[in-house]
């Protein structure tokens, strides 16, 4: 193996970003068992555990259940960068890969005091399945590219490109790509994702 082979490995790992260790480390600080995380973000404790040991990977939303019952803010478990300015243009735009699931993040709005909206160009895997998710506020999706399998409380509806859904985010919800390809979505909502 080359030295530039070498580097290259340690950065992709570098840019990784694997929220297991830290979850677990932020629990323990607070002297608190699996079980208290799970009561406290609504999660089982066997679940925390596989998201701790980076086996599952929560979806943004099951991630700030977990955050909040850990004492801490999504922002610190994941980087999100910063949303580019009122403008914001692809070639500027700064994209994460997530190591939940592979699922990248694009933040597409702009941060600014009173704000409460969160803009992401989604993107999931092929054959990745989140988990069923409830919590306050609202959420609209369109799909940009893929099919995607949408679960809202007892539906579920195949989705398609020019597809999109609008729904209080109490209700059930969870999503999968059934299929070998990515699925792009534009998703927007008032979840607090700092």
């Known amino acids: 193996m080359t030295d530039s082979n070498i580097h290259t490995e340690e950065s992709q790992l570098d840019n990784e970003i694997r929220v297991g260790a830290k979850v677990r480390a932020l629990r323990r600080e607070l002297n608190m068992t699996l079980q208290d995380v799970a009561e406290k973000s609504g999660l089982s404790a066997g679940f925390i555990s596989l998201v701790e040991r980076d086996m599952s990977y929560p979806s943004l939303t099951t991630l700030m259940k977990i955050a909040r019952a850990v004492q801490t803010s999504v922002q610190n478990l994941v980087i999100i960068p910063e949303g580019s300015g009122e403008i914001n243009l692809a070639k500027d735009r700064k994209e994460i890969e997530v190591i939940i699931g592979n699922v990248r993040y694009a933040r597409l709005n702009s941060q600014f005091e009173g704000s409460v909206m969160n803009a992401f160009e989604i993107t999931l895997p092929p054959h990745y399945s989140s988990q069923v998710a409830t919590h306050t506020g609202e959420e609209f999706f369109f799909i940009l590219?893929?099919?995607?399998?949408?679960?809202?409380?007892?539906?579920?509806?195949?989705?398609?490109?020019?597809?999109?859904?609008?729904?209080?985010?109490?209700?059930?919800?969870?999503?999968?790509?059934?299929?070998?390809?990515?699925?792009?979505?534009?998703?927007?909502?008032d979840i607090p994702i700092k």
């Not at 195949?158 to 597809?163: A, L």
């Open 145 to 189: 590219e893929g099919t995607l399998t949408q679960t809202l409380g007892e539906v579920e509806k195949q989705m398609q490109p020019g597809d999109a859904a609008h729904f209080q985010s109490n209700l059930p919800h969870m999503w999968s790509n059934p299929s070998d390809l990515p699925v792009r979505i534009l998703w927007v909502g």
